[in-house]
């Protein structure tokens, strides 16, 4: 059964600082990881697919990376701005069942 | 293209009726999950769909809850005689055909259904 982590469940920073958001998973038949942003109250919106095939996805002053050998998954974001704060979920993605597992997500606040 | 539709964004019923919450997939896709977020939890996957067929139901609770999705028309999750403990938001995803290439999982905003 896949599980999937996230470290830290929150974290707040000043603004301008770089930051690391952390996801394991269990199974090592994930086949994607996909990281997600989640404003309260609201829907998600995708930030990032890495496929199984790839190690690692930019997007701006994001950066995600994925080592299926060691179950691990990191995004790394530039820069943080206020406007970043929000909960980040990670979801391990095995294709072949076609589910998402989810970890609980970490709530970043970027203050100003 | 517009992104996955779903509907009503917010749903509110009493104990003992029925709830529909409808999905609309992104044009061409033909796959589509569901997941629930109880308050203060991460999200948890229910059901994955394909046109007419239920691939994957392992996480959907045993009673009251059903799901399809039809030829024609969006996709239904139906939730009988609701209780408190259904209160949460219901999220759609949907993803393009295998050939596509790409396996990103789109969302919908979400219905959020409150049990009085």
């Known amino acids: 059964k896949q599980e999937v982590t996230q470290i830290p469940a929150a974290l707040s920073v000043p603004e301008g600082e770089n930051l690391v958001l952390n996801c394991s998973f269990t199974?090592?038949?994930?086949?994607?990881l996909q990281w997600f942003r989640q404003d309260p109250g609201k829907g998600l919106t995708s930030l990032l697919l890495i496929q199984s095939s790839q190690r690692e996805q930019t997007s701006g002053r994001l950066n995600a990376s994925l080592d299926k050998s060691s179950g691990r998954s990191t995004l790394y974001i530039a820069a943080s701005q206020p406007g970043d704060s929000a909960t980040y979920l990670c979801a391990g993605i095995n294709t072949n069942a076609g589910k998402s597992t989810f970890g609980d997500g970490t709530t970043l606040t970027v203050k100003p | 293209n517009a992104g996955v539709m779903q509907n009503p964004r917010h749903l509110v019923r009493r104990r003992g009726q029925e709830a529909r919450l409808r999905c609309s997939p992104m044009k061409g896709h033909s796959h589509v999950y569901w997941y629930r977020q109880l308050p203060e939890e991460g999200l948890k996957f229910m059901v994955y769909l394909q046109k007419e067929n239920i691939i994957d139901e392992s996480g959907m609770p045993k009673e009251r809850f059903s799901a399809e999705f039809p030829k024609e028309g969006p996709s239904i999750l139906r939730i009988q005689q609701v209780v408190r403990g259904d209160s949460a938001a219901y999220f759609c995803?949907?993803?393009?055909?295998?050939?596509?290439?790409?396996?990103?999982?789109?969302f919908g905003p979400g219905t959020r259904l409150t049990v009085l």
């Open positions: 199974d090592s038949a994930i086949y994607n």
């Open positions: 995803a949907s993803s393009p055909p295998r050939e596509w290439g790409t396996d990103t999982q789109y």
